[in-house]
């Protein structure tokens, strides 16, 4: 009976042990961890967001090139599928080919109040230069750049594309050459019912 007793006591005291360790063992696989994970992930560019803008705050100053090209590494990554384009186009259109072919121009690069942040701070400096908002942020965006990029022009130029005089354009083409991340630059123009080209600037 003592014998019994005795190995009851034990398998007890085992299970009570197992259980415990389960109790503690169950989050790490439990659908509440698996939660609390996507829901980070899915806060994660509003994180970001919020995140840049208030590190612009701080700064309290136009960003340096070097700034800027992180902020724009932070928000993308590598950016696959950049739609740089040209004077010229407006922005209806811009905005129909970069939903239908799912692109990404400047504006979704830098959205909304981190692209007005960048112009407010660098509002003093010239148009053009190296420390206007707009140019800062054209050479950011095609300095992630990768893989295949297109440029979106008017007909008169799409068979000259390269020598458009738009100074920002100018920039953003300079940089992906220099670069060399992106290996083919397409060229589209729309005709008023459909894209049209598709031909290699380079």
């Not at 967001?49 to 993308?76: W, Y």
């Not at 590598?78 to 939903?99: C, H, P, R, S």
């Not at 407010?120 to 750049?145: V, W, Y």
Request: charged share 20%.
């Amino acid at each position: 009976m003592l014998f019994s007793l005795s190995n009851l006591t034990l398998a007890f005291t085992a299970l009570s042990a197992l259980s415990q360790l389960g109790v503690n063992a169950a989050p790490l696989h439990g659908s509440n961890e698996t939660s609390s994970l996507e829901f980070d992930r899915r806060g994660s560019t509003q994180s970001s967001l919020t995140s840049v803008v208030d590190h612009l705050d701080t700064l309290g100053r136009c960003p340096t090139q070097q700034e800027v090209n992180q902020i724009a590494e932070e928000l993308n990554g590598e950016l696959t599928n950049a739609l740089f384009w040209t004077n010229g186009v407006d922005l209806v259109t811009q905005g129909k080919i970069k939903k239908k072919y799912h692109k990404k121009v400047l504006r979704d690069v830098f959205p909304g109040e981190i692209l007005d942040r960048i112009r407010e701070l660098c509002g003093h400096n010239p148009n053009h230069s190296n420390g206007d908002a707009f140019m800062l942020m054209s050479t950011a965006m095609a300095t992630i750049a990768t893989g295949e990029a297109w440029v979106l022009t008017t007909q008169e130029w799409s068979t000259q594309v390269l020598q458009n005089p738009d100074v920002y354009f100018q920039r953003e083409m300079t940089t992906l050459h220099s670069l060399k991340k992106v290996h083919g630059v397409l060229v589209y123009y729309w005709d008023g019912k459909k894209l049209q080209g598709g031909h290699r600037a380079w």
